[in-house]
């Protein structure tokens, strides 16, 4: 069992468009709505795949109520945390060369009582689950130790906990010593503060993030795959796809990787080839065994040191 917690859930709107022109009228090709946030994207992707994932989600309004009904059609189990707040929603313009334009709405802010049950909510279900995923933003007034003061109240049960989130949530998380964090290649960047161009970069900037307390880290680098650091080693890997749309394609990565284990290369290859599968699919559409391609991921036996990631 794999529990997900999701501050900041949102019902995505991913829409299909010929080409986005500013300013201009557009007719929508094609619309998915879809349930989103990264800890239920995580979880959609786990029970497409198998596996029993229970998500914790704050809902609120009319718009939570929604959230919950599209979530039923994917047989998650959900918790939900009665919150005042309505849910987001985020939306996506997709043109068909997978050019993604997004807008995440802020979401409502959570007053320090339905803080205190989401996080109870989470401590309440962690008993025995295999990992604990804390992903996405934080809503406007959230403090920025939100998911590391999970982690800290989390260590006494000894489960596992892997972050991936963004802006200075994500540095607190990785001081509070998490298993694993899942950033992209900007939130790297953003947390050690400089450009990252090369592998050598990616691998030197994950290795401070270890050096400041989480033990693994899987940065996500969009068609350039995917580089694990862990206290064994250091690996890449990546995978071609016929990109359709990248919404969700970080979450099915972390998915994969913690499906297959949440250790060493064989769930690196596995997280890389979901997150493949999840790009070539449309909206945030979470990839199943039959979308999977794990024969198309290459993990690279020596790292290409100085290959170019930022192109
Ligand atoms: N164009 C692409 N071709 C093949 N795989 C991709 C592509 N874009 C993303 N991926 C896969 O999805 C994973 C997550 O994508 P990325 O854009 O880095 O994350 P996020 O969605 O969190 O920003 C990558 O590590 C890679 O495995
Ligand atoms: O919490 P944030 O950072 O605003 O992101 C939320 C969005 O991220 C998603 O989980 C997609 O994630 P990724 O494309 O980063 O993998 C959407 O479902 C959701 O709308």
Not at 69 to 77: A, D, F, N, P, S
Not at 110 to 122: C, D, I, P, T, Y
Not at 140 to 164: K, S, T
Not at 302 to 309: C, L, N, Q, S
Request: aromatic residues 2%; without cysteine; negative net charge.
């Amino acid at each position: 069992m794999f529990l997900t917690v999701t501050a900041n859930p949102s019902v995505d709107r991913t829409v299909e468009v010929a080409r986005l022109t500013r300013g201009e009228l557009h007719r929508a090709a094609a619309v998915h709505v879809q349930p989103g946030g990264k800890g239920i994207n995580v979880a959609r992707a786990l029970v497409r795949n198998g596996h029993q994932a229970r998500a914790v989600v704050p809902a609120g309004g009319p718009e939570g109520d929604q959230l919950i009904r599209l979530l039923t059609g994917y047989r998650v189990e959900v918790v939900r945390v009665e919150v005042a707040g309505p849910v987001r929603s985020n939306i996506t313009v997709v043109e068909p060369d997978a050019t993604v334009t997004k807008i995440n709405e802020a979401g409502a802010p959570l007053s320090a009582a339905e803080r205190e049950s989401l996080l109870g909510a989470v401590l309440d279900h962690a008993s025995g689950v295999g990992w604990v995923v804390a992903a996405g933003s934080l809503p406007p007034g959230v403090p920025d130790e939100f998911y590391a003061d999970l982690i800290h109240r989390l260590a006494p049960i000894g489960v596992p906990v892997a972050v991936d989130t963004s802006g200075a949530a994500l540095p607190a998380a990785v001081k509070a010593g998490p298993a694993l964090v899942k950033p992209n290649l900007e939130e790297l960047a953003e947390v050690v503060d400089r450009p990252l161009r090369t592998l050598r970069e990616v691998v030197d900037a994950a290795g401070e993030l270890r050096s400041r307390g989480a033990a693994a880290v899987l940065a996500s680098l969009g068609g350039h795959g995917a580089v694990l650091v862990d206290g064994d080693g250091t690996w890449h890997a990546e995978a071609r796809a016929q990109a359709r749309s990248s919404v969700g394609a970080g979450d099915a990565l972390l998915a994969g990787f913690l499906a297959a284990g949440g250790r060493g290369p064989s769930a690196l290859a596995a997280g890389v080839a979901w997150g493949a599968a999840a790009v070539s699919l449309p909206g945030s559409t979470m990839p199943g065994p039959e979308d999977v391609r794990a024969h198309r991921v290459v993990v690279h036996p020596d790292v290409e040191w100085e290959r170019r990631i930022d192109t």
